[in-house]
C-alpha cells in the first residue's frame, strides 16, 4: 500500500500543478515552447491554450515571447514565473515530505496484507 | 489563490480515499448501503461493486451483510473496517492542516492578485 495524490493551486479553476511546473521547467532550459511541448508529447497549440489559461488563473504573464531577431526569439520566463517556480518546486517537495510522514504515523502500523 | 487536493490510499489501483471513506460512514450510521448509496446519489450496484473493488485492493473484507433476520438485514462495518475509517479519519485532517501550512509558508506573501 502507499498513498498516492495530486495538489494544485486553484483560482476559478487550476491554475499552476505538476503539469505546468514542468512545462515551465523545460522553457527555461529550451529556451522553447515549442521544444518543451514536444518533450512532454503535446502539441504546440495545447501547450499554448494551456500557458493562456494558466496566465489568466494566475494573473500575471509567465513566458516573453521573441519573435525572430539576430538570436532567433523564443520564449523565456518572465522574473514572475522564475518566482512562481522556485516556490512551487520548495512547496512540492516540503509537500511530498509532509504526506508521506503523515501516511506512515497513521498506516505504517497496519498488519495487513496489502500493507506489508 | 488556494491550494487544492485530492488523495488517496494505493494498491495496484485506488484502494481507498474521500468518496469510500464517505460511503461506509453512511454505512456505518443506516446499517445500510442501499440508504448509504442512495444518500450519495449513486446506485446501489455502483456502490457494490466499488465495495468489491476496494476490499480486494485493500486485502480486506469492510461488510458484514446479513440477508432479513428478526433485525431485516442491512450492512455493518467489520472491526477491520471499522479501524480503517478510525486511521483515514485522522489521516485526513492531518493531511488537511499541513497542506494548507505548506501552502502558506511558500505563497502566503505572494504579491500578485490573484493571491489576494
Given at each position: 500500500?502507499?498513498?498516492?495524490?495530486?495538489i494544485?493551486?486553484?483560482?476559478?479553476?487550476?491554475?499552476f500543478?505538476?503539469?505546468?511546473?514542468?512545462?515551465?521547467?523545460?522553457?527555461?532550459?529550451?529556451?522553447?515552447?515549442h521544444?518543451?511541448?514536444?518533450?512532454?508529447?503535446m502539441?504546440?497549440?495545447?501547450?499554448?491554450?494551456?500557458?493562456q489559461?494558466i496566465?489568466?488563473?494566475?494573473?500575471?504573464?509567465?513566458l516573453?515571447?521573441?519573435?525572430?531577431?539576430p538570436?532567433?526569439?523564443?520564449?523565456h520566463?518572465t522574473p514572475?514565473?522564475?518566482?512562481?517556480?522556485k516556490r512551487y518546486g520548495?512547496?512540492?517537495?516540503?509537500?511530498?515530505?509532509?504526506?508521506?510522514?503523515?501516511?506512515q504515523?497513521?498506516?505504517?502500523?497496519?498488519?495487513?496484507?496489502a500493507?506489508?
Amino acid at each position: 500500500m502507499k498513498v498516492a495524490y495530486k495538489i494544485w493551486l486553484d483560482h476559478y479553476g487550476k491554475a499552476f500543478g505538476e503539469g505546468p511546473h514542468e512545462l515551465l521547467a523545460r522553457v527555461e532550459r529550451t529556451n522553447s515552447l515549442h521544444r518543451a511541448a514536444h518533450q512532454m508529447g503535446m502539441s504546440y497549440s495545447k501547450a499554448w491554450k494551456l500557458i493562456q489559461t494558466i496566465e489568466k488563473r494566475l494573473g500575471f504573464v509567465l513566458l516573453d515571447k521573441k519573435i525572430g531577431g539576430p538570436s532567433g526569439g523564443g520564449s523565456h520566463l518572465t522574473p514572475k514565473a522564475k518566482e512562481l517556480m522556485k516556490r512551487y518546486g520548495r512547496f512540492e517537495k516540503d509537500i511530498g515530505k509532509a504526506i508521506e510522514k503523515i501516511y506512515q504515523k497513521h498506516f505504517g502500523s497496519m498488519k495487513e496484507k496489502a500493507w506489508e
